[in-house]
């Protein structure tokens, strides 16, 4: 099984309301099951899109069908419309993007979506999206504590993801042309959602997303956090990336480092109810093999860098 369809499975088996860890579906009978997806919007289309893309599936098992239906959805219709409710949709999904920080800002907006997952919804987070549903960042003064402020703890634990460290791969992504891949290790966790790959490492891309673990924080709602893949290398090891000065020209300046090897990288949790499954890294990205870095300018046809 290829990368890509790797990510497609490990979808389709959260989705399809596995018998330890699933969402109960909008409409079934003995031949269908479909599970409706709320996939939240971005400032940047193509990363909803490409989310909204990699879920788009329909299988068939045992005569009956499967099919997961998304929909986009943005801050009105959820703030304004309600529109976030178990007779709507079964699953939200929260793409890596800035957007939804800022959106969770408003109290009705998180209001919604922890309700939505205490009363029975699932979540599935990927990367800003992980660190959306966490406790928090967990680190000194920075700009992560403004970000912090708007976290919705639905999941018990910190993210590991610093704005001069895993951030820089965010920043100096050059969006589809970045994202290294990098190995995480797949633990026999139990849980269906990577059952046929336990024991195994996987390739899967990386664009400065969380290291997560657990918080410990005393939350009633907050169930146990079960390790679904663990990052088995690290970013500035595998993709070496750098700060950069001028000095009669562009020289480096130093190395970014990253420190999230042995951290989470999947985990799976509940809130009430509700499932959530947490990504740090992009399983709804295509992996590559044998390739290179690029690192100045980081965009093609400019002089400049982001964030140098």
């Known amino acids: 099984m290829n990368r890509a369809m790797m990510c497609v499975a490990i979808f389709v088996l959260l989705l399809a309301g596995m018998p330890a860890f699933g969402i109960t579906c909008c409409r079934e009978n003995q031949d269908f099951v479909e599970i409706r997806v709320a996939v939240y919007d971005s400032v940047l289309k193509n990363i909803s899109r490409e989310a909204k893309d990699a879920v788009e599936y329909s299988w068939e098992e045992n005569g009956t069908k499967y099919e997961i239906v998304p929909s986009m959805i943005n801050k009105s219709d959820l703030v304004r419309k309600h529109v976030?409710?178990?007779?709507?949709?079964?699953?939200?999904?929260?793409p890596g993007s800035g957007r939804p920080y800022f959106d969770a800002y408003d109290l009705r907006w998180r209001k919604e979506v922890k309700k939505f997952v205490e009363d029975g919804g699932g979540y599935v987070g990927i990367c800003g999206g992980a660190n959306l549903a966490s406790m928090g960042f967990n680190e000194k003064l920075?700009?992560?504590?403004?970000?912090?402020m708007s976290t919705l703890g639905i999941a018990n634990v910190y993210v590991n993801d610093q704005q001069g460290e895993e951030w820089q791969y965010l920043w100096k992504s050059n969006w589809k042309y970045g994202l290294p891949p990098v190995d995480v290790y797949i633990p026999d966790s139990g849980n269906p959602v990577m059952e046929g790959f336990y024991g195994t490492y996987r390739s899967?891309?990386?664009?400065?997303?969380?290291?997560?673990?657990?918080?410990?924080?005393?939350n009633d709602k907050c169930g146990e956090i079960v390790p679904l893949a663990i990052y088995a290398e690290e970013p500035m090891e595998v993709a070496p990336i750098h700060y950069w000065k001028w000095s009669n020209g562009w020289k480096i300046a130093a190395n970014i480092t990253t420190d999230i090897k042995g951290e989470c990288a999947a985990i799976a949790t509940t809130y009430g109810k509700g499932r959530i499954v947490l990504f740090g890294p992009h399983p709804e990205k295509k992996t590559f093999f044998g390739g290179h870095i690029e690192?100045?300018?980081v965009r093609k046809n400019t002089r400049f860098t982001w964030f140098i």
């Open 84 to 94: 976030l409710t178990e007779g709507n949709f079964d699953v939200l999904l929260m």
């Open 204 to 218: 899967i891309r990386y664009g400065g997303g969380p290291g997560m673990y657990p918080a410990g924080v005393k």
């Open 295 to 297: 690192e100045f300018p």
């Open 142 to 148: 920075s700009i992560n504590n403004v970000l912090g």
